[in-house]
């Protein structure tokens, strides 16, 4: 049972353009959503998450969107540049932090 | 290098042999957590430790997956009578309480992984 689902395998983008990756949930009890990036042959790495109490938070470049009533979310990178392509997951936990659920990721690329 | 680190990095081994992964956490976190990934797939929950407690366990796990803690500091995950089924990156990741976060509360410190293939 796939809680959390990234339904676009991959993506390509020019660069200087907007990127924006989707993600859904099933599970109403996840409190807090995280994004993560992925190289080659590298663990994840943390980039940017958002509480279930927001709707949006913003770091430089990236923004999460968080649309509760829809179970949805989406990173999006503005400007997009040729470093961001990597495979993006999705990450969803409840409040404990106990267990955390992972998408199937999406792989952006970034065409100069 | 403060990172979290995983050993060995690659593991090549037999069907019916069994394996062990260490991995380093960042020393000042608690958590610590264990994942596998498939081709394709995003990183899959297995357990996770506070300290050298094992509080969740996957029940997707078999009973021929263990993993220990014992003094809260590094982890080991065992395979026993490993399958070919068993082929994947395992990976592990560690994390502060949310409360004493410097940085963003639930973020995880993944470690480079240690790719299993069983022949």
């Known amino acids: 049972d796939q809680q959390v689902k990234q339904n676009s395998p991959s993506l390509s983008v020019q660069e200087g353009r907007i990127s924006i990756l989707n993600c859904d949930y099933t599970?109403?009890?996840?409190?807090?959503f995280l994004w993560y990036k992925k190289y080659p042959a590298e663990g994840p790495t943390f980039l940017i998450s958002i509480s279930s109490i927001k709707d949006k938070n913003e770091d430089g470049r990236f923004t999460v969107f968080l649309n509760k009533s829809a179970k949805h979310l989406s990173l999006h990178i503005v400007p997009s540049q040729p470093g961001d392509s990597a495979v993006y997951f999705c990450?969803?936990?409840?409040?404990?932090?106990?267990?955390?659920?992972f998408g199937t990721g999406t792989s952006l690329t970034v065409i100069p | 290098d403060t990172g979290v680190s995983q050993d060995p990095r690659h593991k090549i081994t037999k069907r019916g042999q069994n394996v062990t992964f260490r991995c380093d956490p960042i020393s000042e976190h608690n958590r610590l957590y264990w994942y596998r990934q498939t081709l394709g797939q995003g990183p899959e929950f297995l357990t996770y430790f506070q300290n050298e407690a094992q509080l969740e366990k996957s029940r997707l796990l078999s009973d021929r997956f263990s993993a220990e803690r014992p003094k809260g500091s590094f982890s080991t995950l065992e395979i026993q009578r490993t399958e070919q089924g068993d082929s994947a990156m395992y990976l592990c990741?560690?994390?502060?309480?949310?409360?004493?976060?410097?940085?963003?509360?639930?973020?995880?410190?993944f470690g480079p992984g240690t790719r299993l293939t069983v022949l």
């Open positions: 599970n109403s009890m996840f409190d807090y």
């Open positions: 990450a969803a936990t409840p409040n404990t932090g106990n267990q955390f659920y």
């Open positions: 990741a560690s994390s502060s309480p949310p409360q004493l976060a410097g940085g963003e509360p639930h973020e995880q410190f």
